[in-house]
């Protein structure tokens, strides 16, 4: 586990890394701090550790927000988790404390250069009053990718998943017991390095806070409009688009608010010359089709090429549709697929449906696209407002999430 | 100037924008916070206004740090500038207070979205004894462009420059009076919001930090080697890599390091099948050859097409080198040239001298470039650490930014 940080630390580099060249010269003055000295120490640095877990719990206790009254990501629970890490001693004593602002001087490297990631994540009452949390190694997987990529420390993702655990019970009364809701737990990792000289953060802060969340559509499906943005790109080959970094959230705004200044609900972002369907604002996107050659039913969504987030739902969609809708005779794609062969298939009458996954909404049906001054119709019917594949996959994600189904990615805590 | 904010805003937007459909639609389910209320609002919104600062000086001066440890952004000055922004209100009072640590709630929104963006601009001491900044309206004009594009505020220039020189008058101490030596000044811009919705924030704070610094070389130039970079990419056509955003900075790190590890004091930023040049780990580029056509002396430099920072420096640079390298027969472009005809250019011994150019070491010669497992030699001889053009700007812009020249470039504070 000691090695793990610098382990990964190295694959990350590895999978940005070209062969090393036999030209290769001394260095004639070091322009950033000097990070030899933190590789060079990380055999000796210390991992998380949740046998060290220390909790001082709150003397001002919130009042729970009535479930109806919940919005998401405003209020937020007792406590919070928090570990520092620096690169002498590597990972510090994890800590529950007290919900409370951070106090950081304003040159902290995470006010500058977007030395922050994140991830989000539930957890779940189940029937006999345990509680759940989804998959949370893939959470864990992609923080510490997210990390890496930008220079922050990797952590061990089991100790990480079982402090969540520990502060999801210390934070238990705050987990509204009804089904749609869930405590939303958005673990983030901010580089705290004091300095404006731009390079790896030599400390960092590891911190999960949590806000109970009901559901999406509180009165049943509502089917979104989407427009189609080709003047603004979010991400692209040899970027960032497929981790969860701040980065990638400020610039995706103004094109957000210019949809919603027409009336839409979220921007869809293309890519390149070709307009490849990517993802939505905040979501991966699945397209429900029929196969102009096979003919066949086709669910398809974007390939991981490094400019699509990896979703934990867009993951479990895809497993489950292998699993269950494969037998039933769809086609299950991760493929590139264009803007216009969507459209064609719209007026074609190919189209099934189209709906969004992700972990705030589970799936989120789109009743149609706005592109190029055109509305691609997405399948439903007028007083419809999802589609079947977009309301069997609610079904069984929530199934497994609040445990109703046993499935090994439902982890009780 | 009250409605400065919302036109700017709509300037931003205008410039991402594609032309209005016909056919918008109702929004059914308001996903993002409200942010018509912040538009409707903007025209009573209160501007930036210089002569409502209020100024609490610290109890507590710290001692100087003598000239000869300054290291880049380590210390920093008695005081700092603070001005909070709300979307219902406004510019609150400008406030010079005692420097000191931000005190922010864990959801506030620049810890997971990266609403953040900076300038780097730097106080003077002329032979009078007087301080002066040096194009403070490029960095005023930089960092409003930069706001907008993230939905963060803008603000009045002038007064921003005016509470600026109120700040160094307060810390004038601080600013070393010897050549080479400068107030580094730290301009920072941060949503506040305290919500994990993804939106505009509805509150900011603008604060600006100052560090005392030193000559880039404090012995003379020395030339720089770098690793042209092929395997990441910084930006990208409708991405945000001309504007001053902590986005863009966190995910340049590992290139960095890769870089370093072989021992390269930068990396050069190539983009795209062509492999353009574009610009340097924090500087933008220069590169001057003899042309192959016309067999004139050419200074290049990457057009502004939206992937290379819009460096005052770099554009210092470009208008010094019109307005007194035409006369001598040079040819000043703006405009794309692949790293293919750099090399080119060094091994038909057509190349002149490469250097980076930036706040921090105004131009940074470059030695060599590694390209493809080859050496590109940049022209300097063996015992040469700058080239003649390199060493001209750097005269001619201390020149202007001591006051040793009178120019309008050179603000007196």
Not at 106 to 121: I, L, Q, W
Request: proline fraction near 6%; charge should be neutral.
């Amino acid at each position: 586990m000691k090695s793990l940080q610098q382990l990964t630390r190295r694959a990350a580099l590895a999978g940005l890394t070209r062969p090393r060249l036999s030209s290769q010269i001394p260095s004639t003055r070091s322009w950033q701090r000097n990070f030899g000295a933190t590789a060079a120490a990380a055999s000796q640095l210390l991992g998380l550790d949740p046998s060290k877990l220390s909790i001082t719990k709150t003397s001002t206790p919130k009042e729970l927000t009535p479930n109806n009254e919940l919005v998401f990501g405003r209020t937020f629970t007792d406590h919070m988790l928090s570990i520092e890490w620096t690169a002498t001693d590597g990972w510090h004593t994890p800590r529950i404390i007290p919900y409370q602002n951070l106090s950081l001087d304003p040159s902290t490297c995470v006010f500058h250069y977007a030395f922050e990631c994140f991830e989000g994540m539930k957890a779940y009452k189940d029937h006999n009053g345990g509680t759940r949390l989804f998959r949370p190694n893939k959470n864990m997987e992609r923080l510490n990718k997210s990390s890496a990529r930008i220079a922050l420390p990797t952590f061990d993702g089991e100790a990480l998943t079982k402090l969540i655990g520990e502060f999801v019970k210390v934070d238990d009364r705050f987990i509204p017991d009804a089904r749609g809701y869930s405590l939303y737990l958005r673990p983030t990792m901010i580089g705290t390095q004091k300095t404006l000289g731009v390079g790896p953060p030599g400390s960092a802060l590891l911190f999960v806070i949590a806000s109970p969340v009901g559901p999406y559509y509180p009165t049943g499906f509502k089917a979104i409009s989407l427009e189609a943005t080709d003047y603004a790109v979010r991400a692209w080959p040899g970027g960032v688009g497929d981790k969860k970094l701040g980065a990638n959230y400020a610039p995706c705004i103004l094109p957000q608010l210019e949809a919603a200044s027409r009336g839409f609900q979220q921007n869809l972002w293309l890519f390149g010359e070709e307009e490849y369907v990517t993802e939505v604002g905040t979501m991966n996107l699945f397209i429900a089709l029929k196969n102009k050659e096979t003919g066949k039913k086709e669910l398809i969504t974007a390939p991981l090429d490094g400019t699509i987030l990896e979703g934990v739902t867009r993951d479990s969609v895809l497993s489950l549709a292998r699993e269950r809708l494969v037998p039933e005779g769809w086609e299950i794609s991760e493929r590139k697929i264009r803007m216009a062969d969507v459209a064609e298939a719209a007026e074609e009458g190919r189209m099934i449906e189209v709906f969004g996954a992700g972990t705030a909404a589970i799936v989120s049906p789109v009743r149609n696209i706005s592109y190029r001054g055109k509305m691609v119709d997405c399948g439903l019917k007028e007083n419809e407002e999802a589609g079947e594949i977009a309301l069997k996959m609610k079904n069984w994600i929530e199934g497994i999430q609040y445990g109703d189904e046993d499935h090994p990615w439902s982890y009780v805590v």
